[in-house]
């Protein structure tokens, strides 16, 4: 049990595409249901559920894949923590030595089935990997 950040999870996984259509039908073949869904053109996401627990989501924009330079579009680009308080774990991890990367804010969503809030928050751990603070507000 965390006792630093409590109620805190994974919440999702996300992942740059550089052919969303083509990602968002590979995912959904392998079971996992769409889930909600905003944005347009290159700024298109889409969360899917893997099954009981576990999102995934899938950004648009992604680079075509180089095998020459070993430069593939598939990067995942943060894990995301679902957390109870996301103003406390943005705080708790900046005093263990997190940098800032976007403080926490509410953003609400043009989303698909239903429209939603979230709230996050972003910091760079020790090797830069991103980690989003993650609440759904509704």
Do not use: C
Not at 112 to 138: C, H, S
């Amino acid at each position: 049990m965390n006792t630093k950040i409590p109620g805190m999870g994974i919440a999702h996984l996300a992942l740059k595409a550089s052919d969303f259509e083509k990602s968002v039908k590979f995912y959904t073949d392998l079971g996992m249901t769409p889930y909600l869904a905003w944005g347009e053109g290159d700024k298109r996401i889409q969360m899917l559920k893997f099954g009981e627990s576990g999102i995934l989501e899938l950004f648009a924009g992604g680079k075509e894949k180089s095998v020459e330079t070993d430069d593939f579009a598939g990067r995942y680009i943060h894990f995301a923590y679902s957390v109870e308080d996301v103003d406390a774990a943005y705080e708790v991890a900046l005093a263990a030595g997190a940098q800032p990367k976007t403080a926490p804010k509410t953003v609400p969503l043009e989303s698909t089935p239903e429209k939603i809030a979230i709230r996050i928050a972003f910091v760079y751990g020790p090797d830069g990997e991103q980690l989003e603070f993650f609440k759904e507000v509704r």
